[in-house]
């Protein structure tokens, strides 16, 4: 098995000790069970998503269609697109905002992380 087959590629957004958003690159190994009771479905975009907001709870967004260019506080952004999963962890301070990068659809799922649940993000060491 390749690396590529054992590993998702995944973003995390998480709060730095001044209360700030930013980002690391890693990933998501495969076949790991998910502590979760819920997940939603969505594919609306209300205009207030797009401005600075933090995530509302911990979990993972799942892009199935779309290409959206996140952004955090410092001003640096990354891309999410189908094929590379999203780990919302900043759910403190100003938070992060999001442009569309390609057309106007944002087709997603959002699985919760609950406060005792393991989000298996390994960051990559560059």
């Known amino acids: 098995m ?5 590993y998702f590629p995944a973003i ?14 890693g990933r998501l190994p495969v ?14 975009v209300e ?8 995530a509302p709870r ?3 967004v799942v892009t199935v269609k779309g290409k959206i260019r996140f952004k955090v506080n410092n001003g640096e952004t990354f891309l999410i697109e189908p094929g590379i999963i999203l780990l ?9 905002s999001w442009e569309f990068e390609e057309g ?9 992380i609950p406060d005792y649940g393991e989000s298996f993000f390994i960051p990559d060491h560059n």
Not at 88 to 96: I, L, R, S, W
């Open 2 to 6: 390749n690396k590529n087959q054992e």
């Open 12 to 25: 995390r957004l998480i709060n730095t000790p001044d209360g700030s958003s930013t980002f690391e690159k």
């Open 31 to 44: 076949m790991k069970t998910i502590a979760t009771t819920s997940f939603r479905i969505s594919n609306t």
């Open 47 to 54: 205009e207030w998503e797009k401005g600075d907001h933090p």
């Open 58 to 60: 911990r979990q993972y």
């Open 88 to 96: 919302a962890e900043d759910v403190e301070g100003k938070g992060h």
């Open 104 to 112: 106007e659809i944002w087709e997603r799922l959002y699985i919760p």
